[in-house]
């Protein structure tokens, strides 16, 4: 009762600073403090979860991508501030949990219960214990009726023009006693502070589903021999029958055997030409589409690596793990493994040719983010195969890889560094200038400072038979660099301390120094 009350004084303060730190304000340092904020406040709240090895890194996977939100103020790193607290938030209330995926759906649970809450809140005040339980029920009974009501209003309204038109007449006349009703107050602010009031009453008042928990709970790291009865129908009390069917298992071994003999020769075929080709001594022939090349054949190339690891998954689900005659199957997975690790390093080289060629860029990063991934999967199908490890084990340790991998690359202000490593390439007709115009505002002083070398690539695209950038006039790119310069600046200048980052903060004094307009005043 005294933990609901001690919540129950930290709802409205958490809201009256949220309201405090954003209304009005972009991200910038005030997500970093809130986010610490509210970790703190769960941690007060649920002192069991502070021994928890999930919640603790979790905790400090979140505090970092807090403060690196604040210093390089990117997207990626903002996407995951959101995603590693929530994370964080249903390790500390779910404290004996180690599984992402069942947290995260555990967290989307809990904001479902939010109207829960609210009404289980109200009928609880003082006075209110008659009046709210009627209500409820009158809520719940009437809302099914009323879609229904309102999905037959909509089909008539479109298909008879005179109730059509007076239905528009109708609801015009909503809309003007609701514009009425809410000119006393803002509506933006009411709606704001409703985000707030739903993700602090997740957050605060966390709900979780028992029937996720006690799935979770049930599962283990290794495998168990399951045995297969008969029908109740093929039972009899006169006669035994086998209650296994080794014959299916064997049948099963045996087409896994064939299968995997024939895919790994066809591999090792294929990592060959890889390796002769790509790994040792690239040379693009003249004409070659390596456009093409990198892309359909990448794609199709982590296809086969996905279907593998399906396949690895299918056979290796249950008994064939005990089956007395499966060397031979573990050894040829092992090396079926191996050689799609071979394979995911020529994807590898073949997306390096490609940055090689024509610089840096978003989907580029993404795939050697993915490779990496990919032999994390790989190394962890290997582990599971030699030591009969279940899929729980699977998803879990390949989960945390994933989210362990994003923390950690979010921290890299990837916008600077494709425009750093693209204006220094060597191919000036390979890089794709239009990119220049998609990025960040962190990127202006940069490019201001190395305009030159954006006109020397220009001037090289203009060159070729059929240029692939269609923006090369490099007064109309001077032009773009200094309106957003000049809206940059104008909504710095105006902006307050809770949207303050240091990223922001440099390009601000480096923008000074390249725009004719602001370098006056």
């Not at 972009?26 to 997500?31: R, S």
């Not at 997740?202 to 006690?214: D, E, G, I, Q, T």
């Not at 921290?411 to 115009?437: E, K, P, S």
């Not at 960040?440 to 070729?464: C, F, G």
Request: proline share 3%.
């Amino acid at each position: 009762m005294k933990h609901l009350s001690v919540k129950n004084i930290l709802l409205p303060i958490c809201l009256l600073i949220y309201s405090y730190l954003f209304w009005q304000h972009k991200l910038g340092i005030n997500l970093s403090a809130f986010t610490v904020l509210l970790l703190a406040v769960n941690f007060y709240l649920n002192p069991r979860a502070r021994r928890s090895n999930p919640a603790i890194f979790t905790a400090a996977c979140t505090v970092f991508t807090a403060i690196f939100f604040t210093v390089n103020h990117t997207g990626l790193n903002g996407f995951m501030v959101f995603l590693s607290f929530f994370i964080c938030t249903g390790f500390i209330h779910i404290y004996r949990s180690q599984y992402i995926p069942s947290i995260i759906l555990q967290t989307l649970y809990s904001f479902t219960q939010v109207p829960v809450v609210w009404l289980d809140k109200l009928q609880h005040l003082p006075g209110n214990t008659q009046h709210i339980s009627p209500l409820w029920r009158f809520v719940r009974r009437g809302l099914i009726p009323f879609l229904i009501f309102f999905i037959f209003y909509m089909i008539y309204s479109i298909a008879n023009p005179v109730f059509g038109k007076m239905a528009s007449m109708f609801t015009s006349n909503i809309f003007i006693f609701f514009e009425w009703m809410f000119s006393f107050i803002s509506l933006p602010y009411f709606f704001f502070l409703l985000l707030g009031l739903i993700i602090l009453t997740a957050v605060l008042f966390y709900r979780f589903s028992r029937s996720l928990f006690k799935a979770e709970a049930t599962e283990s790291e290794f495998l168990a021999r399951k045995q297969q009865r008969l029908p109740k129908i093929l039972r009899s009390p006169y006669y035994t029958l086998p209650e296994r069917n080794p014959v299916a298992l064997k049948n099963e071994a045996r087409t896994a055997t064939w299968l995997l003999i024939l895919v790994n020769l066809l591999l090792l075929v294929v990592n060959c030409i890889d390796i002769s080709w790509i790994w040792l001594g690239f040379n693009m022939p003249h004409n070659f589409n390596l456009k093409q090349f990198v892309h359909e054949g990448t794609y199709l190339l982590i296809l086969s690596i996905l279907l593998s690891i399906g396949i690895l998954l299918y056979f290796f689900r249950a008994n064939l793990n005990f089956y007395k005659g499966n060397k031979i199957i573990i050894r040829l997975a092992h090396i079926w493994i191996l050689q799609n690790m071979v394979l995911t390093f020529s994807v590898f080289l073949r997306n390096w040719h490609y940055i090689q060629f024509h610089g840096l860029a978003y989907k580029r990063i993404g795939v050697m983010i993915f490779l990496l991934l990919t032999l994390i999967g790989l190394a962890t199908l290997f582990i599971k195969i030699k030591q009969k490890r279940s899929d729980y084990f699977l998803w879990r340790t390949n989960t945390w890889a994933a989210y362990t991998v994003l923390v950690l690359f979010s921290a890299v202000q990837w916008d600077v560094l494709i425009v750093n490593y693209n204006l220094n390439h060597w191919n000036t007709a390979g890089i794709d200038t239009d990119f220049y115009y998609e990025l960040d505002d962190n990127t202006l002083p940069l490019l201001y400072s190395r305009i030159s070398d954006v006109e020397r690539q220009m001037n090289a695209q203009k060159s070729l038979p059929r240029p692939w950038a269609y923006r090369t006039d490099i007064e109309e790119f001077r032009q773009m660099l200094d309106s957003r310069s000049m809206y940059f600046i104008l909504n710095w200048q105006s902006a307050r301390w809770q949207s303050w980052n240091l990223a922001d903060a440099r390009t601000a004094e480096d923008l000074e120094k390249y725009n004719n307009y602001f370098s006056g005043n």
